[in-house]
């Protein structure tokens, strides 16, 4: 590949291109970011404008009260569990697209991602048809005698955010984890059996070091949306499974912009401390560390 820099005009071509990309994100992330952070600063209540006034009282007044951290908790429970069976789940698609299903990769990859040509409302109310007190799962259950009522707490509970966002979030999660396992050299697995390692073991000490990475990736690629996510808790979730986020609306459609502005910046603060925590993690395991 060509040096942009030994090119006549390389360089400012280079900065021509990044120049719409950048005054997008400048215009549509970075200048609506601060004033959501501007509106933080606001006296709490119904505020219709920003106006030339700063004061911590919002973040006083909000993050005072025990309810809002017990709602910050459940959250992260929410999205690590979500985060941690969904990566589970995914690594097996993965390890099938890039080692098991090569000649049909293209065909299991469109059936994972298949779902995902329907409209989100709509797989999330087919949800709601599974698990209801009406459901498919609770006659199924009581057809086969295992209760004699139906079983309230699939719906509307904690138990079904969690469900509903891990069949959300698998088949994306095993992308990252794919293309890992993708580029990996298969001369490491290859010297691996010559060595006498069964194949598991060459799994354990080769492969699966390897893809953390990707695994790490996957992790805080399903964590950090689900911190955020209040349309799946609204339908499925109830007041046992509501979230930040659910909260954070309820605030904005009430026009009480400040209180939704500083748990917007708590939940962003938690979100870049994950993702710092991401980076740093995904950087953990290299080549070198492989040992057979």
């Known amino acids: 590949m060509a040096d942009t820099r030994r090119i006549p005009g390389g360089r400012r071509f280079g900065l021509v291109l990044s120049a719409a990309p950048a005054l997008w994100l400048l215009a549509f992330f970075v200048v609506p970011l601060g004033i959501l952070v501007a509106w933080s600063f606001q006296p709490p209540g119904i505020v219709a404008a920003l106006r030339p006034v700063v004061t911590l009282e919002a973040y006083r007044s909000t993050l005072s009260a025990a309810s809002y951290w017990r709602v910050l908790a459940r959250t992260g429970v929410i999205a690590l569990t979500v ?12 390890y099938t697209l890039a080692f098991a299903a090569r000649r049909r990769r293209n065909l299991v990859l469109t059936l994972a991602l298949l779902p995902f040509l329907t409209s989100y409302l709509l797989r999330i109310y087919a949800w709601r048809l599974l698990l209801g007190t009406k459901g498919v799962l609770n006659v199924l259950l009581q057809a086969i005698g295992l209760t004699d009522r139906p079983l309230p707490f699939f719906l509307y509970s904690r138990t079904a955010v969690v469900l509903v966002l891990i069949y959300v979030w698998v088949p994306w999660a095993a992308l990252p984890i794919f293309l890992r396992l993708e580029q990996m050299d298969r001369s490491l697995i290859e010297a691996a059996d010559d060595l006498g390692a069964t194949r598991f073991r060459a799994f ?12 790490f990736a996957a992790f805080f690629f399903v964590m950090i949306p689900t911190l955020g996510d209040f349309a799946t808790a609204s339908a499925v979730g109830g ?16 026009l009480s912009y400040p209180s939704g502005a500083v748990l917007s910046v708590l939940l962003l603060a938690t979100a870049l401390v994950a993702m710092a925590l991401g980076a740093r993690l995904a950087g953990i395991r290299d080549v070198g560390d492989v040992r057979v």
Not at 239 to 254: D, R
């Open 83 to 94: 985060a941690g069976v969904a990566v589970v789940l995914a690594y097996p698609i993965a």
């Open 204 to 215: 354990l000490r080769v492969t699966l070091p390897l893809s953390m990475p990707g695994v």
């Open 239 to 254: 007041s046992g499974g509501q979230m930040i986020g659910n909260i954070i609306q309820q605030y904005l459609n009430s």
